[in-house]
């Protein structure tokens, strides 16, 4: 959300009063509680209109939007079971609702970083690793940098080897965190582990603590490494990249390159390309791109890790930076 929704969204649980606002509260995310809540604390007064306006808003959107069912879970279970009876339901309905209460899992969400390592700490790193994974890549990095050297590349290997979590195991690692935890609402859940949501925690990482992660993986499955390595900064990530530091980049493409390379992108990217050009060069890059035919796709791919390739050395160099974490600043 942006710092306009933040705004908007403030005014109107402010409007709704206490009572309200607290029924709203209990239905968001960690992150959106202390981003509303920082908001609403600096928001002292506002015009009427704002007001009027913001409830408009809500009034004009709440209208168009309609309940198709008033609970999903519960009314996937019931057509699960009269379409396959009770026994086969069960397997499906455990792997698309993974395994029911993970209240003890989601309350971590709520802890900061050095609490959860804390807690952690003593555990194995399989345990660590399947419970990282459930958290934002940030704050899952913000626990890596709390635990030792060692125990991060264990974990993070592991990771990048997980392939989802069978539903008996998340229960168990659920029971576990619910001794000491409390509270929580149900876990949104996506695919989780894997190699991309080993190098999204790494790129928090950053600095020396990424390096020597990645190292220490290394030395145990080098394809591993490599891998992960190499779904930390993605073409699409170039969008990240402040303008300063797309404009080092260019200068250290070649224009061919870059050609072949944005016939895989989107809009947002060759924009972002055009304008940190001058407009003499943006436009001819514009009539090369739609001059250009048909290119593979793997020639297209080809050009795009060369031009990643590049990132990482500018990023090594210290010329640019990328990842959102870590010692590596400019001043």
Do not use: C
């Amino acid at each position: 959300m942006d710092e306009e929704g933040l705004i908007d969204a403030a005014i109107l649980l402010m409007a709704l009063g206490e009572d309200g606002a607290a029924e709203v509260f209990k239905h968001l995310s960690p992150k959106e509680v202390q981003s509303l809540g920082e908001t609403m604390a600096k928001l002292k007064t506002t015009t009427a209109d704002k007001v009027d306006g913001v409830l408009s808003k809500f009034e004009a959107a709440a209208s168009s939007q309609r309940s198709l069912v008033s609970d999903t879970d519960e009314y996937v279970k019931n057509v699960l079971r009269r379409a396959l009876g009770e026994d086969k339901a069960g397997l499906l309905i455990d792997r698309i609702l993974q395994g029911g209460d993970v209240s003890g899992i989601e309350s971590l969400k709520w802890l900061d970083a050095g609490s959860i390592a804390e807690l952690l700490r003593n555990e194995h790193p399989q345990i660590i690793a399947s419970t990282l994974v459930h958290l934002d890549r940030d704050h899952a990095a913000g626990v890596l940098l709390q635990l030792g050297e060692r125990v991060r590349g264990e974990v993070v290997l592991r990771i990048a080897a997980l392939d989802g979590i069978q539903p008996n195991a998340l229960r168990e690692l659920n029971d576990v965190l619910s001794k000491v935890l409390a509270g929580g609402e149900r876990l949104k859940r996506t695919r989780l582990g894997g190699t991309k949501t080993a190098a999204e925690i790494l790129n928090f990482l950053g600095g020396s603590a990424e390096t020597a992660v990645l190292d220490a993986i290394r030395e145990q499955d080098p394809d591993l490494a490599q891998n992960i390595s190499e779904q930390m900064f993605t073409f699409d990530d170039l969008l990240k990249l402040d303008d300063r530091a797309f404009q080092v980049l260019l200068r250290e493409v070649q224009t061919d390159s870059l050609i072949v390379a944005l016939k895989g992108a989107d809009t947002e990217l060759r924009e972002k390309v055009f304008k940190n050009m001058s407009q003499r060069a943006a436009e001819t890059m514009r009539e090369d791109l739609e001059s250009k035919g048909p290119v593979r796709v793997a020639e297209v791919e080809a050009e795009q890790k060369e031009i990643l390739k590049t990132v990482r050395r500018l990023a090594d160099e210290g010329q640019i930076m990328i990842g959102g974490g870590g010692d590596d600043s400019f001043v």
